[in-house]
């Protein structure tokens, strides 16, 4: 069993940064954010495994968010540069015993969420 815990999140202006926080308890393989805005299908923001050896990101957020993971404190972060007003959602941290996927299908674990507001 995994549990998932996010923080981090808030309003800022467009340009702004923010770093999500996913502390977790026995250590998945590999860590996700997804993020859901009203009316929208939830989304892949980005994943990590274990070691860190393989990260993947949208296509939108490269080059802008970077995701990490401390093994020693348990936590998975998202930072997140140069926000934008289409990133406003709900982010929500996932994790799954297995190699990344990009489905929310493939996680069986998920945090409660933490919102982000970008306003312009």
């Known amino acids: 069993q995994v549990q998932l815990v996010e923080s981090g999140g808030g309003s800022v202006q467009a340009g702004g940064s923010l770093r999500l926080s996913c502390a977790y308890t026995?250590?998945?393989?590999?860590a996700a954010w997804f993020r859901q805005a009203p009316g929208k299908e939830r989304e892949g923001v980005s994943c990590?495994?274990?070691?860190?050896?393989?990260?993947y990101y949208l296509n939108s957020v490269t080059g802008r968010f970077t995701i990490s993971r401390d093994n020693t404190k348990n936590i998975i972060y998202l930072q997140m540069n140069s926000l934008k007003v289409d990133d406003t959602a709900m982010y929500y941290c996932?994790?799954?015993?297995?190699?990344?996927?990009?489905?929310?299908?493939?996680?069986?674990?998920w945090g409660q969420g933490t919102q982000v507001t970008v306003s312009s």
């Open positions: 996932a994790a799954r015993n297995g190699f990344c996927s990009g489905s929310v299908a493939g996680y069986v674990y």
């Open positions: 990590i495994t274990r070691s860190g050896a393989s990260i």
């Open positions: 026995n250590r998945p393989y590999s």
